[in-house]
C-alpha cells in the first residue's frame, strides 16, 4: 500500500515561513491535498489539487509538489496557525485515500 | 448552509454492532461522493470507507468485511454499519464529502465539508 510520510513536527516562529513536507515514491505524479486540524475540532482543507486554496483560506498557504516531495509551505506564520496537518492522496492503485501521519506546527 | 450532522456513536462491546449516522443539508448525498475517516485518541487521520456518487464502495484493509457504507436517498443521509467491532476500532468518526478533480491522467479526490465527529469506544 502506498505510504505518505511527514515530519512528526515543525517549529517556526511567528512572522517566519513554515514548510511541511509529505514523502511518497513519485508522489508528483499524484495529487496531494493538505488539512489543517485544531485540537478537538474537524479537519479543514487548506490546500486541494496540489496548490489550489479553498474560498476563505488565506494566500499565506501554498503548496508545491513534484518527485518524491510534496510541500506545504505557510508564510508569515500566525499564532493561530498552530495545528496539526495531514497530507493526503488518492491511491489509483488501491482505490484507496491515504492520508500521512500528520505534522504539529508549533510556533514560538 | 452546507453541513454534515453526526449521530450514533456510544460505547460498545467487543464484538458487538453499532450504526453511524450522517445526515447532510444544503447538498444531496446521491449525487456526491462520501467517506467515513477515524482519529483513534492521540493518533492522526484514518481513512475507513468511500462511497462514489454512481455506487460504488471501497474499505481500508482494516475494517473490509466487518463495516458497511451506505446512504439513504429520502433521508439524505450516510451510513457507517460496523460489526465484529474490536478494541483498535476505539476513535473518533468522522463523515465528509468527497470532492472530485482530475489532473493529468487521473481523477483525484479530496474531502471539502466534514462532521463533527462522533465517539466509538469498543471496551467491556
Known amino acids: 500500500s502506498y505510504v505518505l510520510t511527514q515530519p512528526p513536527s515543525v517549529s517556526v516562529a511567528p512572522g517566519q515561513t513554515a514548510t511541511i513536507t509529505c514523502g511518497g515514491n513519485h508522489i508528483g505524479g499524484k495529487t496531494v491535498h493538505w488539512y489543517q486540524q485544531n485540537p478537538g475540532q474537524a479537519p479543514v482543507v487548506v490546500v486541494y489539487?496540489?496548490?489550489d486554496r479553498p474560498s476563505g483560506i488565506p494566500d499565506r498557504f501554498s503548496g508545491s509538489n513534484s518527485g518524491n516531495t510534496a510541500t506545504l509551505t505557510i508564510s508569515r506564520v500566525e499564532v493561530g496557525d498552530e495545528a496539526d496537518y495531514y497530507c493526503q492522496v488518492w491511491d489509483s492503485s488501491s482505490d484507496h485515500v491515504v492520508f500521512g501521519g500528520g505534522t504539529k506546527l508549533t510556533v514560538l | 448552509e452546507v453541513q454534515l450532522v453526526q449521530s450514533g456513536g456510544g460505547l460498545v462491546q467487543p464484538g458487538g454492532s453499532l450504526r453511524l449516522s450522517c445526515a447532510a443539508s444544503?447538498?444531496?448525498?446521491?449525487?456526491?461522493?462520501m467517506s467515513w475517516v477515524r482519529q483513534a485518541p492521540g493518533k492522526g487521520l484514518d481513512w475507513v470507507s468511500m462511497i462514489f456518487n454512481v455506487g460504488d464502495t471501497h474499505y481500508a484493509d482494516s475494517v473490509r468485511g466487518r463495516f458497511t457504507i451506505s446512504r439513504d436517498n429520502s433521508k439524505n443521509t450516510l451510513y457507517l454499519q460496523m460489526s465484529s467491532l474490536r478494541a483498535d476500532d476505539t476513535a473518533v468518526y468522522f463523515c465528509?464529502?468527497?470532492?472530485?478533480?482530475?489532473?493529468?491522467?487521473?481523477?483525484?479526490?479530496?474531502?471539502?465539508?466534514w462532521g463533527k465527529g462522533t465517539t466509538v469506544t469498543v471496551s467491556s
Open positions: 444544503g447538498f444531496t448525498v446521491s449525487t456526491n461522493s
Open positions: 465528509a464529502r468527497v470532492q472530485t478533480g482530475y489532473s493529468g491522467f487521473l481523477d483525484y479526490y479530496y474531502m471539502d465539508v
Open positions: 489539487g496540489d496548490s
